[in-house]
């Protein structure tokens, strides 16, 4: 059975604080607003991936989180390191090599604690 024309991926997260993450996330990443749906925003990624912060009250910042890991492939993760920490964002893990998965990445946290990865396929 062929598959279905799919044109553009949203991924959605929650945020208990859409101020914070959309300075997080518009700022920090300089990801571009796509549409303002007030109580979500959507931003623009790449080509046709966008990822949507929504405002949501049972939603609390958790530091432990680990049930998703919004990743950003780019062939330059040393400047993206770079740029963020000069604005103060912490880093989980330092730009290092995983031979496991052939991939040069870092780990840092967004305001609600959700994993970002910023990695570059080796091979």
Known sequence: MPLLPVSQ???????HDLEASARFYGSALGLALWRDQVS???????????????????????????DVIFTLVTPDVDGWYERLSAQGVAFEKAPQI??????????????????????????
């Open 40 to 66: 979500c925003r959507i931003y623009h990624v790449c080509a046709e991936a966008y990822l949507g912060i929504c405002q949501r009250a049972d939603v609390r910042p958790d530091p432990t989180r680990r």
């Open 98 to 123: 995983n031979p496991q998965y052939n991939i040069y990445h870092c780990f840092l946290r967004d305001p609600d604690g959700y994993l970002i990865e910023i990695q570059r396929f080796l091979d």
């Open 9 to 15: 991926q949203i991924t959605f997260l929650y945020t």
